[in-house]
């Protein structure tokens, strides 16, 4: 029995090891969660008020945005929908003055061979 009685008592002092190991761990992880807010606060802070400051002032804004757009339009090589969209508004412009132009001709190409007859 007194084996036994030495297990029990190593079992105990080997979870209190553990609550103790893991109760310092916890702390340790808290204790550098608080050391890196310290390091970081200041410019997190600091970019909040920035974008505070962007949301309150649309002009800043827009010019942010402006900016933004020009560096994603030249990294990308498509071109940007509204060059597409206006290409496409002066298509459909040719493609109306050429059907007019085409009715024009087919109606003088009809009266020339009505005249002739």
Do not use: C, H
């Amino acid at each position: 029995m007194s084996k036994k009685k030495t297990y029990d008592q190593k079992i105990e002092e080997y979870t209190e090891k553990l609550k103790i190991a893991q109760r310092e761990k916890k702390e340790f992880i808290e204790k550098k969660g608080r050391q890196l807010w310290t390091k970081i606060k200041t410019p997190f802070m600091e970019k909040e008020k920035a974008i505070e400051v962007l949301l309150v002032d649309k002009d800043k804004l827009n010019v942010v945005i402006d900016k933004i757009k020009k560096v994603l339009d030249s990294l990308s090589f498509e071109t940007p929908v509204e060059d597409i969209v206006n290409e496409n508004k002066a298509q459909i412009k040719m493609k109306d003055k050429d059907i007019t132009n085409d009715n024009k001709v087919e109606i003088k190409k009809e009266e020339i061979n009505d005249s002739r007859q």
